[in-house]
């Protein structure tokens, strides 16, 4: 079974800190794939990135970065420099390649201006 | 972004009565699925489509049918709709090439009165 572990449940910083978001997973699959979505206050879900298990090289996108560290099964997002745009509700979600993708809960980034 | 849309966007309806959701793609992708979002349970596979007329159930399956009689449409059924399938539905496409990159619709919001 898979399981996808999103531990902060809500999360409040000021405008311009950094700030990370954690994910912790399991599963029994050698090969498999983590992904971070983001749901703005407008409710649709945005694709943010995929990892391969496989590849354990940190990615940068501008002010994001994600973290994946197979020792500790953790697929961390940190957000620099945080903006009032960055408020949504991120999923991290875990998937070994099938139709299968197993979510976390979620958490709540709210981001004061 | 991925061509999917969602009707209606909105819906409220009374406890017995029948409601179809309907998906809509221009992707061509070949899979489609169908979520419900709840607080406090992230997004739950209801079923899940992987080709014209092939259909599975998902980890909430009771009280949902599924059709796929066209690539680019997914409809889902609550054959008597319960207050507690009041929620968020989404719909969902992907490619099986893509390591299940899933993209979202804009969802649709059901309430069960």
């Known amino acids: 079974a898979q399981k996808v572990t999103q531990a902060q449940t809500e999360i409040s910083v000021v405008e311009k800190e950094d700030v990370t978001l954690d994910c912790v997973y399991e599963?029994?699959?050698?090969?498999?794939?983590l992904f971070w979505y983001k749901q703005p206050p407008s409710g649709e879900l945005v694709f943010l990135i995929r990892r391969n298990s496989f590849d354990e090289q940190n990615e940068i996108s501008g002010r994001y970065s994600w973290n994946f560290q197979k020792s500790t099964s953790s697929f961390n997002f940190t957000i620099t420099a945080s903006q009032v745009v960055d408020s949504a509700v991120y999923f991290c979600a875990l998937s070994p390649g099938s139709y299968q993708l197993t979510f976390g809960k979620g958490t709540k980034l709210s981001v004061i201006p | 972004d991925a061509g999917i849309t969602q009707s209606p966007r909105h819906k409220v309806t009374e406890t017995g009565t029948p409601v179809t959701l309907r998906c809509h793609q221009t992707?061509?992708?070949?899979?489609m699925y169908w979520y419900r979002q709840d607080p406090g349970h992230g997004l739950r596979l209801i079923h899940y489509s992987y080709g014209v007329k092939d259909t599975d159930k998902g980890e909430v399956s009771d009280g949902y049918s599924v059709s796929r009689s066209k690539t680019e449409d997914f409809l889902l059924t609550l054959e008597s709709a319960t207050s507690s399938q009041t929620s968020v539905y989404f719909c969902?496409?992907?490619?099986?090439?893509?390591?299940?990159?899933?993209?979202f619709g804009p969802g649709t919001r059901l309430t069960v009165l």
């Open positions: 599963t029994r699959d050698t090969t498999y794939y």
């Open positions: 969902a496409i992907s490619e099986p090439s893509s390591y299940n990159e899933q993209f």
């Open positions: 992707e061509n992708h070949r899979y």
